[in-house]
């Protein structure tokens, strides 16, 4: 049963132009949502984090959006580059204990073409 | 550059052996988490490690020990391979369980 969804594999978007990552939750005691990209060959990097306290964080060309009452968050890359191309995983963390740290999504594919 | 460290990169083994993964933390941090992605899969929690001492536990069986040492290195041991064992196994470290975990490059197991 997954708690975190990211239902769409992959994006594919134009150098230049906005990419939208979207994310589901379903458990309601998630309050701290973090977004990591990874390269091939390598760990996930951290990229931006929210506090479910907020609605909006913003970092640079990264901003994560968050509404709660629909369980959704969103990270959106303006403008979009090549080097952005890679697998971004949205992660979900508790608070309130629990053996679930991070719980991750099963992670979206991003292609930034030139 | 994460500072997290692991090794093997790659590792074979077949069903029924037992394997050790090893992981170095960034300085002055004192959590280590493990995780295991299968193919096409997000990483899964497997446990967490606060100064030497499990903090927490995800949906594993206990074949998956780990330790943690005082200078910021870990192991994860993983007995009675099976075939589904089979995964990249990563280790993350952070300041504290609740701070930013930062991940090492992963150790690819495949199980025979």
């Known amino acids: 049963d997954q708690q975190v969804k990211q239902n769409s594999p992959s994006l594919s978007v134009q150098e230049g132009r906005i990419s939208i990552l979207n994310c589901d939750y379903t458990?309601?005691?998630?309050?701290?949502f973090l977004w990591y990209k990874k390269y091939p060959a390598e760990g996930p990097t951290f990229l931006i984090s929210i506090s479910s306290i907020k609605d909006k964080n913003e970092d640079g060309r990264f901003t994560v959006f968050l509404n709660k009452s629909a369980k959704h968050l969103s990270l959106h890359i303006v403008p979009s580059q090549p080097g952005d191309s890679a697998v971004y995983f949205c992660?979900?963390?508790?608070?309130?204990?629990?053996?679930?740290?991070?719980?991750f999504g099963k992670g979206m594919k991003l292609t930034v073409n030139p | 550059e994460t500072g997290v460290t692991q090794s093997p990169t790659h590792l074979i083994k077949t069903r029924g052996q037992q394997v050790t993964l090893r992981c170095s933390s960034q300085s002055g941090h004192n959590t280590v988490s493990w995780y295991q992605q299968a193919l096409g899969q997000g990483p899964q929690f497997i446990f967490q490690?606060?100064?030497?001492?499990?903090?927490g536990r995800g949906n594993f069986p206990p074949r998956f020990s780990g330790l943690q040492f005082p200078n910021y290195s870990s192991e994860l041991n993983v007995n009675a391979l099976e075939l589904d064992d089979s995964a990249l196994y990563l280790c993350?470290?952070?300041?504290?369980?609740?701070?930013?975990?930062?991940f090492g490059p992963g150790t690819r197991l495949l199980v025979l």
């Open positions: 490690y606060y100064r030497e001492e499990e903090n």
């Open positions: 458990n309601s005691m998630f309050d701290y």
């Open positions: 993350a470290s952070s300041l504290t369980e609740w701070e930013t975990q930062y």
């Open positions: 992660a979900a963390r508790s608070y309130r204990g629990g053996s679930e740290k991070l719980v």
